[in-house]
């Protein structure tokens, strides 16, 4: 998941990940590793002497955590904009991540969609304008058809493998049903 929502990262910004990504951006490459380094060095130069309160910290009920640490996110979000309307969606969007936790709807691929949204419409637009608005260029290239078909199968493997897996745990919970 942190991989995928990096590289997608990456690519929103023009940044192109693979082997090459050190010969043509070399300052990203080297200041990202310098940026962890001296976070790091001062990560361990504040948890070493602050680790005994951390751990007194984390024992502390979940009733008096929640509001300290909802209250500094709100001062957090404010301070950027001074705008009330970032408070209404940092809550907004906090309902939304503890209904789709209740309903077990993984977060990350709503990440990715955020993230590489706006690149995907972008050269889906730059497609139609190169085939003159025709849309049957997105299936004509024999590569084109072949991650759509890979994509396709991705889908009905899971699919099956799901669909697998919850007749089996029916079948264990229920032996007799299994049985004439």
């Keep these: ?32 590793i310098a940026s962890l380094y001296i976070a790091n060095v001062v990560l361990l130069l504040l948890n070493v002497p602050l680790v005994g309160f951390f751990t007194r910290l984390l024992a502390l009920p979940m009733w008096l955590l929640l509001p300290a640490v909802v209250m500094i996110s709100f001062v957090g979000v404010y301070s950027i904009n001074h705008s009330t309307f970032d408070l209404f969606v940092m809550v907004g969007f906090g309902v939304l991540g503890y209904l789709m936790r209740k309903l077990d709807i993984p977060i990350v691929p709503i990440v990715l969609g955020l993230l590489l949204g706006t690149e995907m419409e972008n050269n889906y637009r730059r497609a139609l304008s190169i085939s003159g608005g025709d849309a049957s260029i997105l299936i004509e290239s024999p590569i084109a058809l072949t991650l759509y078909g890979a994509t396709a199968l991705a889908l009905l493997i899971a699919v099956f493998t799901a669909v697998r897996a919850r007749r089996r745990a029916q079948q264990r919970n229920n032996p007799s049903a299994s049985q004439p």
């Excluded at 929502?5 to 490459?29: E, H």
């Design 1 to 32: 998941g942190t991989t995928a929502v990096l590289l997608a990262l990456l690519i929103s910004l023009n940044i192109t990940p693979g082997p090459l990504l050190f010969q043509k951006q070399p300052d990203v490459v080297w200041g990202l």
